[in-house]
């Protein structure tokens, strides 16, 4: 352990001495990350948001120019509706080249927060010459380097390290983690670089660990060259339609923004983060055939999993090699995966048909499939999904949508309605079926459940802005599951609501209520050990408050009730007060972020979720549970324009109890304290 401390302070020193002749800059965080990261803390889906938080950032550090802007660059953007997009690209063809950003305003249908969501990512430059194809000579000479290196050093001994009669559950590795990154791009045509890391508690070369690093990736990735639209070498990212067959992409689901919930999944993407599962590791291409677009991929991986009797019963997604078990589960089986998409469009409409054809190198028999709720779920080693996609826009209506089957030729189908009265008034209507027994591997799309099977619902939701400085949300989900769940012995349905009013007084001032209502029902054991279905009804209320008392000082108040019940049973309630100041200090290169929070609940169903702003590419949303304080402290050290540091420190405080977490993760004391660092050389 002393000898891996070492040698990740030697990685320290040694990034910080060589290169000295950076001169990249250090971006500044945008609202839209800010707003995004803060809606998904009131999620209890535990989802890697790694890649989409990198990639924004990676906008924002290379801006793109407004007047050679493509569609297909501003569809990456989550906060542009359809519409806007379309008015953009027809304001710039009517009125000639952009002078400047502020001229966003003048395009139709761009309210002032979706133009400062845009500015970080945009600027406005004449344009003299036709962009060509990139020359090497050009790529080495102006091509940007970044490394980028991180440490977590806990202040606490988890139980799985003094194990001692049960070996194969002891962390053999420094409970450190560590991992290291290199990215190379040019302009928004080539990328390419690899990624290490290891876990806490993973070994570092040592035992089976001896290559060094428990995890690495590689990429190359170029795009829109000529006709090549992408071609991915290495580990990529998949994403065709509405996600029924396959979607390795960004997708938000239920929150306060229509914009959020646009599906516009075509796309080939490099995989850079530390992301251990959701990635293909191979080679994908797609190239333009007039108005025509064909892409192909081809995807060999090694998956963690537990075989018993040459059969995979389970298969593990953590990624987490840190004892003995863990590291014999480690690379335990092959699936291969072959697929093809062809894509149709022209004016407003726009079809795909997407096919994948997936296998594992032995059988695939879950151990939970003995369990009656798990009954349709995956079996078998080969396995093949085919979907048809649809886009049509009209006036102001745009209808979307894809329809799938699976080798047993049971079916899923989701459809979009969407209609923009104007851009003060926006509304969406989704309704989804995915059978009882359908089942792709790779499909992830809008569900209330965890997958895309055994589900109805219609989803109705409104966005409008009444008056200047008022913004209105409001969002009703009527869902049924027709056949049982995880922790539901019957057929069930529920309802989601949700509605949120936001006010902005100023430039400096704003803030929003949301309330959020869920009815779902759940298993429940009573007193005399009956069990039952019943509704459990969970309320959840937000307020938040943002002031910025000058461009280098602001302040955000955030409070936080919930109120869980089943049916006919007392309820748990649990409330939580957080207080965050952000700060430049004067004459200093330096950017802090202080964040203090007091949470009191009755128990885990009644939990709290807060944002606290983490490391570069990175998101961290904590739930907490029980009576406590969490306190922490950010701190972002702009050394000269080629590097930066941060450091985070975390501390946990609980009151109510002498232990924290559980079975082997467990810490013997009532508090606990992390510190994270981040070195960064841009060259």
């Known amino acids: 352990m002393k000898g891996t401390t070492q040698l990740v302070i030697f990685f320290f020193i040694l990034f910080w001495g060589v290169v000295s002749e950076i001169f990249a800059q250090t971006p500044q965080q945008s609202p839209v990350i800010e707003d995004v990261l803060e809606q998904l803390s009131a999620s209890d889906e535990d989802i890697d948001w790694t890649n989409q938080i990198e990639e924004l950032t990676e906008r924002i550090q290379e801006p793109l120019n407004l007047n050679t802007i493509t569609k297909e660059q501003l569809e990456s953007f989550p906060f542009l509706t359809d519409q806007q997009i379309e008015n953009i690209l027809a304001y710039i063809y009517i009125n000639g080249q952009m002078q400047t950003v502020y001229e966003l305003q003048m395009v139709e249908e761009m309210d002032k927060q979706t133009i400062q969501y845009l500015q970080p990512f ?48 002891r962390y053999w590795g420094p409970a450190q983690y560590h991992s290291l990154r290199y990215s190379f791009h040019y302009r928004d045509n080539l990328y390419a670089g690899v990624t290490a890391e290891k876990d806490a508690g993973e070994p570092f070369f040592a035992m089976h660990n001896k290559q060094g690093y428990d995890y690495y990736s590689f990429y190359f990735y170029l795009k829109n060259i000529g006709k090549l639209k992408s071609l991915a070498l290495g580990n990529y990212r998949i994403s065709f339609g509405q996600g029924l067959v396959i979607s390795q992409d960004f997708f938000i689901g239920k929150t306060t923004s229509l914009a959020t919930l646009s599906f516009r999944n075509n796309t080939i993407r490099k995989h850079s983060s530390t992301d251990e599962y959701n990635y293909l590791r191979g080679m994908a291409g797609s190239y333009q055939m007039g108005d025509f677009t064909l892409s192909a991929f081809y995807s060999h991986r090694l998956l963690d999993g537990i075989i018993n009797n040459n059969v995979i019963t389970s298969i593990q997604k953590t990624g987490l090699h840190r004892t003995s078990r863990e590291a014999e589960r480690r690379n335990a089986f092959a699936m291969q995966v072959a697929g093809s998409n062809i894509t149709f469009q022209k004016n407003n409409l726009k079809v795909g048909i997407t096919g994948i054809y997936y296998f594992f190198d032995r059988p695939y028999y879950a151990s939970t499939l003995t369990r009656e709720y798990a009954k349709y779920n995956l079996r078998g ?56 027994d359908y089942w792709a591997f790779f499909a992830r799309s809008f569900a209330e459940g965890s997958s895309v099977q055994n589900e109805n619902g219609w989803y109705l939701a409104a966005e409008i802005t009444p008056f200047s400085r008022w913004k209105l949300f409001a969002s009703v989900d009527f869902f049924s599951f027709p056949w049982l769940r995880y922790r539901v012995d019957a057929s069930s349905w529920g309802t989601d609501a949700m509605f949120q009013a936001t006010y902005t007084a100023n430039k400096r001032l704003n803030m929003y209520f949301r309330y959020r209502f869920k009815k779902k029902d759940r298993n429940y054991t009573d007193a005399n050990k009956e069990k039952t279905v019943r509704p459990l009804y969970q309320h959840k209320i937000r307020y938040q408050l943002r002031y910025t008392a000058s461009p280098d000082i602001s302040f955000r108040t955030t409070l936080d009730y919930t109120r869980v019940n089943p049916s006919e049973v007392s309820a748990s309630q649990g409330f939580q007060v957080v207080q965050t100041f952000a700060c430049k200090l004067p004459a200093l290169p330096v950017v802090m972020e202080l964040h203090a929070g007091y949470f009191h609940t009755d128990d885990y169903d009644s939990r709290v979720y807060s944002y606290e702003k983490g490391l570069l590419y990175s998101f961290y949303s904590p739930s907490f549970y029980g009576e406590g304080n969490r306190f922490t402290a950010n701190i972002r050290y702009n050394i000269n324009k080629n590097m930066t540091l941060i450091a985070k420190l975390g501390l946990t405080k609980y009151y109510d109890r002498q232990t924290i977490g559980s079975d082997w993760d467990e810490i013997n004391n009532s508090k606990k304290t992390d510190l994270q660092l981040q070195f960064r050389a841009k060259f």
Do not use: C
């Open 122 to 169: 945009v600027y406005a430059e004449p344009v003299k010459e036709t962009p060509s194809y990139p020359k090497i000579k050009n790529i080495l000479r102006y091509g940007k380097h970044e490394v980028l290196t991180r440490l977590d050093i806990p202040f606490y001994n988890r139980k799985a390290y003094n194990e001692t009669d049960k070996l194969q559950n």
């Open 381 to 436: 080693n080969n396995f093949y999904n085919v979907g048809f996609d649809y886009r049509l826009r009209w006036n102001r209506f745009v209808l979307s949508g894809e329809a799938a089957i699976d080798k047993n030729n049971s079916m899923a189908t989701l459809n979009i309605l969407n209609y923009n009265l104007s851009g003060n008034y926006k509304f969406m209507l989704i309704h989804r079926y995915y059978a009882y």
